[in-house]
């Protein structure tokens, strides 16, 4: 049974530039979440979806973005990007009313 | 706002001794724990968590944790340490509805032969 899924693993970005991270979550798994790991950092939330809406968003601009697709998948869309961006993106997924969280092995997104 | 807060930010510990790992949350009426633990590059593995009931809880590799509500702490132990419990370990806190995890700043985890 395949955890959450994370792709690319790594990425090298512009600033300026626009980026698509993508998260297939756990079978079974109807709600993602994304935070951003800043290096020497814990994870801080971006926002969830579930039933293809965001429910729930964390202290983040607008160029944040995201997606979630009817087979539960999702992506993040990050906008002009700018060097503090550069960090670790972790998605992770859990069962609605269920609180138990599956991370992914993140995408490592760097911008120069 | 919710808080977690790891006061070690790093400890280092010999191979077969004993670990515990600090956490502290904010208020919360209904507090859901956490311990992840993250090895270099990678994602969160989660140890074992607590909603409710018994407030020492077992997890994988040995972990366990105590969930004090009085102290308003969730702090990690093992009686054992392994070399390959080297890593970065992470509390983390949801309350209520908040759907939202809230993690702490992390404790790196050394561990001398």
């Known amino acids: 049974d395949a955890g959450v899924t994370q792709s690319p693993t790594h990425l090298i970005k512009t600033r300026g530039q626009q980026v698509t991270l993508r998260c297939s979550p756990k079978?079974?798994?109807?709600?993602v979440s994304w935070y951003q790991q800043a290096l020497g950092q814990g994870p801080q939330f971006i926002f969830q979806y579930y039933e293809e809406e965001e429910r729930q968003r964390g202290n983040f601009p607008d160029r944040f973005s995201g997606h979630q697709f009817p087979n539960y998948s999702s992506e993040l869309n990050v906008n002009a990007l700018l060097l503090g961006d550069s960090a670790l993106y972790l998605c992770?997924?859990?069962?609605?009313?269920?609180?138990?969280?599956?991370f992914g092995s993140g995408t490592r997104l760097t911008v120069v | 706002a919710q808080s977690v807060t790891q006061p070690d930010i790093h400890i280092t510990v010999s191979e077969g001794a004993s670990l515990e790992l600090r956490c502290n949350y904010s208020y919360g009426a209904t507090p859901y724990l956490f311990w992840y633990v993250q090895s270099p590059g990678q994602g969160l593995q989660l140890l074992l968590k607590y909603f409710s009931g018994d407030t020492l809880v077992q997890g994988i590799k040995g972990f366990e944790a105590e969930f004090k509500r009085s102290q308003s702490s969730f702090n990690l132990r093992k009686p054992s340490v392994h070399w390959s419990d080297a890593a970065e370990y992470f509390c983390a806190y949801t309350g209520g509805s908040n759907y939202k995890l809230t993690f702490g700043k992390g404790t790196l985890l050394t561990v001398n032969p």
């Open positions: 079978s079974g798994h109807d709600t």
């Open positions: 992770a997924s859990s069962e609605q009313g269920i609180y138990g969280y599956t």
